[in-house]
């Protein structure tokens, strides 16, 4: 949720630039301060924290721990969605070369994070299993510290854009000039209010053409005859990009909202899958193999899809349907939709069989680990088509003013999906377990029945899907005018010249 906080500041005032330095200051002091605490107050006795001794950490180590854990979401939070829009901003949309390569450049940027969760889900959950927590997390600030340097030394080369102002505050001035003159009629497309030039009011953003929908809010570009020589107060009187700005981020929610279904089957497997995966045979003759690393699946399968979206599927759908693209946005969000489906039918399927092979008296299935692949797979190629379609669709459609915004949405999906997935499971648990039931998803999962908890989040993606439909179909996308941005041009220069 933190994302939220970054981009606001990021579009309004501190810039992409600023933005993302400081949070990565803020990230990496987080990291220093989880490794200070578990080296010195919460590994206690040594060698505690390997699955055999109980540690026993002092109150100030808990504290420190705490609060290093909440700067490494706030600073993650922070920069990981103003640096995707960072990376944009270096594409010149006006070249034809380059405004391709930003559209690879979503794809590239989802691939790189899944390399370094690769990393972590490997080296480090075998730190984790062993108890070497202090490694762990030294070699994660270490990581940290390695990116931001790398991240400073592109300084000089960057292009920067300047923040256009506070756009809650344009909203905002939009619905009270609406509210204001809500007994007035809209006044015709041509004769609402917007500054002569190429350059609209908003500092640094181009300008936004008028669309039809949601009519009501013309009313607040609608000119009245007291307005017409008086000076101008944009808590009366908007322009139509101020106005179509508003109205673009309604179009996006209702989209966004049907992202938070999949963002909760996503969530499954950092949670019940890894719970399924605990009480299976996962072990390789005499190596025991973490039910986390599982997910090294999921990471080779976004990487291995991506290079086939990119190097076989874009060619072929894009001669296909004639779209440079491949496919548009929306069309590859729906099919992460389908494909998030199909996974938690195989993580059903998968369960149903783990339950039949459980002897009388045993924690574990014999059935062997390695029957989550297909559910691993498939929720990694249905990344690729959500995940970076969301990049792509929220940073692409978002006005100038609101880019990081539209990029933040994409991880505040999947906060929320973090949320309502715990809310699913405890009224699940509380419908399901009565009397002699112990519920679907009880601390012994040899009791439960989790099979059916997935087949309930496939028919609620499957909802999802229909919903999505609709949405996908009544979104209109933003319609920007060309414009010389001859301004935005000087403000990279002189920008660049302080830096």
């Known amino acids: 949720m933190f994302s939220l906080i970054g981009a606001f500041l990021s579009d309004s005032y501190w810039g992409r630039y600023l933005t993302c330095t400081v949070f990565q200051l803020v990230f990496v002091l987080g990291l220093a301060l989880s490794s200070l605490s578990s080296w010195r107050f919460l590994i206690n006795p040594v060698g505690c924290g390997d699955g055999h001794t109980l540690c026993k950490p002092s109150s100030i180590g808990d504290e420190i721990f705490y609060l290093s854990i909440y700067l490494v979401a706030f600073g993650y939070g922070g920069h990981q969605p103003t640096l995707a829009t960072f990376g944009a901003d270096q594409y010149d949309e006006k ?57 400073l030394l592109g300084t000089p080369r960057y292009r920067y854009v300047k923040p256009c102002g506070n756009p809650v505050v344009r909203v905002a001035q939009v619905f009270t000039a609406v509210f204001r003159k809500w007994k007035v009629s809209p006044a015709k497309a041509e004769e609402l209010y917007e500054v002569d030039g190429p350059q609209s ?47 673009c981020v309604l179009r996006m929610l209702p989209v966004w909202l049907c992202t938070i279904i999949y963002s909760v089957v996503f969530t499954q497997m950092a949670s019940l899958f890894v719970e399924q995966g605990d009480v299976m045979n996962s072990y390789i003759g005499s190596f025991h193999l973490p039910a986390a690393s599982m997910s090294a699946f999921d ?81 990694g190629a249905s990344e690729v088509f959500m995940y970076v379609g969301q990049l792509e669709f929220f940073n692409g459609q978002a006005p100038d003013g609101i880019k990081s915004f539209g990029s933040s949405l994409c991880m505040a999906s999947i906060s929320l999906g973090n949320y309502v997935s715990s809310m699913l499971v405890n009224m699940v648990m509380i419908i399901t377990a009565r009397g002699q039931n112990k519920g679907w998803i009880p601390e012994n999962l040899n009791t439960g029945h989790m099979d059916r908890f997935f087949f309930l989040l496939a028919g609620l993606a499957a909802f999802d899907f229909v ?13 920007i005018e060309d414009s010389d941005m001859g301004d935005q041009e000087e403000e990279l220069e002189d920008v660049n010249s302080k830096v």
């Open 299 to 379: 990471i080779f399968s976004v990487l291995v899809c991506t290079g086939i979206y990119r190097q076989i599927l874009v060619p072929l759908a894009g001669r296909l349907s004639g779209n440079p693209k491949g496919l548009s946005e929306l069309q590859r969000m729906g099919i992460g939709l389908i494909i998030g489906m199909l996974a938690m039918v195989a993580s059903g399927a998968t369960e149903i069989a783990r339950l039949r092979r459980i002897s009388h008296g045993q924690k574990t299935s014999s059935l062997s680990i390695f029957w989550q692949i297909p559910q691993y797979v498939l929720v």
């Open 95 to 151: 070249n034809p070369k380059e405004k391709s390569s930003k559209v690879a450049f979503f794809c590239y940027f989802y691939f790189a994070l899944n390399v370094g969760s690769l990393f972590s889900n490997t080296v480090l959950v075998y730190y984790e299993d062993t108890g070497m927590w202090t490694m762990g997390f030294l070699v994660s600030l270490v990581s940290a510290v390695i990116a931001f340097l790398a991240f």
């Open 201 to 247: 009011a908003i500092k640094g953003s181009r300008k936004i053409r008028h669309t039809d929908d949601f009519e009501f809010m013309d009313k607040a570009a609608t000119i009245k005859e007291t307005e017409e020589h008086s000076p101008k107060n944009p808590w009366r009187l908007c322009t139509v990009t101020q106005v179509e700005e508003a109205k």
């Open 467 to 479: 919903l999505y439909l609709f949405c996908a179909k009544w979104y209109k996308n933003i319609n």
